[in-house]
Every structure is written in structure tokens, then in C-alpha cells.
């Protein structure tokens, strides 16, 4: 069993879809390489011409155009897929996927070609309960009512010394090692 989570890209609108497609029609796309060209007709997108760009297998590690093969292999690059370099010129080894599509491949990138736009067909996730905005709502509405509330004079907690005036009593400090090492010191004198 192959099944293969597609995405599709279309340049003129910026916009992207998923699709899921398994067994036959997931078929189709073994073999293919990055950059080779097939219709979009198994796809219920109509008469379009797509191009595989990329992908990546069932652990996450991408696929790139320059590494033959169908395996995962371990390139020493300065740039391009699967590499971040923050400075400019460093070389490091990675783990990235051969350029041809095989069965542990788990997402294929595929974009349109030619300037139609799709039309695809989307499917909205049923939501369950509230919606999102409405929740939203809720809290930041009885946030605004509890910071409306002001502390009522029978929170304040009640002590045994009338306000304003100040303790007769100082606190005792407590003093530190260098304090103690001094008076004991003086004591021994």
C-alpha cells in the first residue's frame, strides 16, 4: 500500500493544496524525479501540467535535485535544501534524500505550471462546539469585567495596628558572617 500526501502549489494565485492520494494513483509518481513534468488529471485537477519540486521521506529528511539515487545519504554542502547557514561559506554534513520518488517517500511538492489558476475544491473541518471567534469573545470579555472590578474595602486584609501610624519597634536585622567575625574578635580581646 503507497499513499503519498501532495502538495500542490500555484503560482499565479500564491495559494496551496494538499491532497491525499493512494495506491494506483500513487503509482504514477514512483520513479519520478525532481523536476520531471506529469498531468494533473489523476488528481481531479483538470487539464494541467504540474513539476515535482521536492518532497521529503517518512522521517522528514528532504529531497534534493543533486543527490542521485532513491536512498538517504549524507552530503557535505555550503547551501540549498535541508542547510541554514547563518554565516556565509561554512560547509556542513547532512542527511538529505535522493531526487528520485520512491515508496518511503511520505510528501511530494508538485507545482503549476502555465498561468491558469486552479480551481480546487475545499474541505472545510467540521468544528465541534463553539466556534473559535466566539471563545475568543468569551474570555476577553470576562477579562475586561475583572479588571473593571475594583478591591472592595472588605478584602483588604485586617491587621492589629491602626492604619497610618508607623511600628514603635524596629525590626532586627540580621547580621551577616563578617558582623559575627568581628564581635567575636572583641570577645577573645
Known amino acids: 500500500m503507497v499513499d503519498f500526501k501532495i502538495v500542490i502549489s500555484d503560482p499565479s494565485t500564491g495559494k496551496t493544496y494538499q491532497k491525499e492520494v493512494k495506491d494506483d494513483d500513487a503509482r504514477k509518481f514512483i520513479g519520478l524525479k525532481i523536476g520531471d513534468k506529469l498531468k494533473g488529471d489523476f488528481l481531479e485537477?483538470?487539464?494541467v501540467e504540474l513539476e515535482v519540486t521536492g518532497g521529503s521521506d517518512y522521517c522528514g529528511f528532504p529531497m534534493r535535485k543533486d543527490v542521485?539515487?532513491?536512498?538517504?545519504?549524507?552530503?557535505?554542502?555550503?547551501g540549498g535544501v535541508g542547510i541554514r547557514n547563518k554565516e556565509k561559506g561554512i560547509k556542513k554534513r547532512k542527511t538529505v534524500c535522493g531526487n528520485t520518488i520512491h515508496a518511503k517517500i511520505s510528501q511530494i511538492n508538485v507545482r503549476v505550471l502555465g498561468g491558469k489558476p486552479l480551481k480546487v475544491k475545499e474541505e472545510k473541518p467540521k468544528a465541534e462546539g463553539k466556534p473559535a471567534d466566539v471563545?475568543?469573545?468569551d474570555k476577553s470579555k470576562a477579562d475586561k469585567s475583572e479588571a473593571k472590578k475594583e478591591p472592595k474595602k472588605e478584602d483588604k486584609p485586617k491587621t492589629d495596628k491602626?492604619?497610618?501610624?508607623?511600628?514603635a519597634k524596629k525590626e532586627e536585622k540580621?547580621?551577616?558572617?563578617a558582623k559575627l567575625a568581628e564581635k567575636k574578635k572583641e570577645d577573645k580581646k
Open 68 to 78: 542521485l539515487g532513491v536512498g538517504r545519504k549524507r552530503i557535505l554542502a555550503v
Open 162 to 167: 491602626p492604619e497610618g501610624k508607623a511600628d
Open 174 to 177: 540580621v547580621p551577616t558572617a
Open 45 to 47: 485537477l483538470g487539464n
Open 135 to 137: 471563545k475568543k469573545e
